[in-house]
């Protein structure tokens, strides 16, 4: 019998918008990874349209986690992206200090474009840093790297020594790598991982073309989840990924579609497909 690994993927799911779990049990499943959805919420459309409609899962998370334990399910690893509420991430925290020997990577989602989600606050913001304490890796973009350092920057204007204290700051509440993604500079946007152990920071570095498309960061996070499965480095899976995210942007960009709508990244994930 072949040995199939096994995600748990804790996130949203948006019937438009390209992104939480609607990519992820698309990639894992393309990267020979099966995904486990553990949903937070459902919701028509990502939250950036003028509007959407929302149900809240909170309520049926517990008894969900309780089905699984009860039959003894194990993982390999356990990624979670958006967490809606104070108990949402509370249960979370008690699932995964449950679940021993498993890939904990944590997409912190709490802010963007140096702003705080309106549905985020400080308490919740300081729990996300417990659920941070517990990962191997995390994967902030800068507003939420600067939230969990308890830094206020520029973020257009960061220096290689700003990015290493930030992960620095940010690894010593647990973590061994942070991975701070979206970092623009022009007409350039770079990825950085922060390596604890050696106490160095790496940088794959795209073109930028000024839009921001829905769901890149849970691409991201999926691709290099499956890929560090698979048995690559932290670094060789951040390259790709990035990489691959910048052709499906750039392919994307010749259809001048809404960036609510997210990328085209389908057509690509026959390059990846285990």
Known sequence: MISQKRVVVINDLSGLGKCSLTVSISILSALNIQPCPLPTAILSNQTQFNEYSFYDLTNN?????????????????????????????DIILEFIKKQRDTLIIVDPVMGDNGEIYETYNKDMCNKMKEL????????????????????????????????????????????????????????????????????????????????????????????????ILNGNSVYKSMEFTTNFISKAIQYTNKFNIDPNYGIYYEKFLREVII
Do not use: H
Request: glycine share 6%; aromatic share 10%; hydrophobic share 35%.
């Open 61 to 89: 998370m517990k008894d969900y986690i309780k089905i699984w334990e009860k039959q003894q399910e194990k993982f390999d690893a356990i990624y979670t992206g958006f967490l809606g509420s104070y108990n949402q991430i």
């Open 132 to 227: 941070v304490s517990l990962s191997y890796i995390v994967t902030p973009n800068i507003t939420e790297a600067c939230i969990l350092a308890d830094e206020k920057l520029d973020i257009k204007n960061l220096t290689n020594d700003d990015l290493k204290r930030l992960g620095t700051k940010i690894s010593n509440l647990g973590p061994k790598y942070v991975i701070i993604t979206g970092i623009i500079n022009k007409n350039k946007i770079s990825n950085v991982l922060y390596d604890k152990e050696k106490e160095e920071i790496s940088i794959v570095t795209t073109n930028f073309n000024n839009i921001s498309y829905s769901g890149t960061g849970d691409i991201f996070a999926s691709m290099l989840t499956a890929l």
